[in-house]
T-cell receptor, first 110, second 116 residues
Framework: DAKTTQPNSMESNEEEPVHLPCNHS???????IHWYRQLPSQGPEYVIH???SNVNNRMASLAIAEDRKSSTLILHRATLRDAAVYYC???????????FGTGTRLKVLA | NAGVTQTPKFQVLKTGQSMTLQCAQD?????MSWYRQDPGMGLRLIHY???????DQGEVPNGYNVSRSTTEDFPLRLLSAAPSQTSVYFC???????????????FGPGTRLTVL
């Protein structure tokens, strides 16, 4: 299983972009990179995932380094509702064992 | 759709008691899983199932049993509760990887379990 390293916590001002980094230097070539977030007192929710190229959806963008050893989740305009723990999860194709780690706690300042 | 539902929301057990946490989904998802989350920690996978009649162990399976007799339901049984099993338990479901490549998991609201 690929190991991940994420900052324990980050802060952002409301309405500003946020870049959440994840290091996954042991990732293999077929591992997808998933991001989930967990709002306070709730179950996790899916944010985005990708394999090689950058990905965008209505919630966020995912920038994947060319060597795939790191990725960055980008929230374009942070809101108070984005305050959550964000998990970066490499997942091998065809497997089912999500390893969540401890994630990054994002605090959004009004 | 109700999504993923879990019952009960809260439960207090005494050491040695057994109980079943219920999980159901109405999205016809093949894949279902159980996680536990201890205070200040990430989620750890207990057991998972890729379809009715098929289950497998995750990271921390000891002390828990599962079965999958229907697509909709995936109960988690604690055989003899211990204080170390005090945690929040989350159930999740998704389509299987064979259908869509990769896909999102939908999580239930959780069951907060305390073992005294």
């Amino acid at each position: 299983d690929a190991k991940t390293t994420q900052p324990n916590s980050m802060e952002s001002n409301e309405e500003e972009p946020v870049h959440l980094p994840c290091n996954h230097s042991t990732i293999s070539g077929t591992d997808y990179i998933h991001w989930y977030r967990q709002l306070p007192s709730q179950g996790p929710e899916y944010v985005i995932h990708g394999l090689t190229s950058n990905v965008n959806n209505r919630m966020a963008s995912l920038a994947i380094a060319e060597d795939r050893k790191s990725s960055t989740l980008i929230l374009h305009r942070a809101t108070l509702r984005d305050a959550a723990v964000y998990y970066c999860i490499p997942l091998a194709s065809g497997t089912y064992k999500y390893i969540f780690g401890t994630g990054t706690r994002l605090k959004v300042l009004a | 759709n109700a999504g993923v539902t879990q019952t009960p929301k809260f439960q207090v057990l005494k050491t040695g008691q057994s109980m079943t946490l219920q999980c159901a989904q109405d999205m016809n998802h093949e894949y279902m899983s159980w996680y536990r989350q201890d205070p200040g920690m990430g989620l750890r996978l207990i057991h998972y199932s890729v379809g009715a009649g098929i289950t497998d162990q995750g990271e921390v399976p000891n002390g828990y049993n599962v079965s999958r007799s229907t697509t909709e339901d995936f109960p988690l049984r604690l055989l003899s509760a211990a204080p170390s099993q005090t945690s929040v338990y989350f159930c999740a479901s998704s389509y299987s990887f064979s259908r869509l490549g990769h896909n999102e998991q939908f999580f239930g609201p959780g069951t907060r379990l305390t073992v005294l």
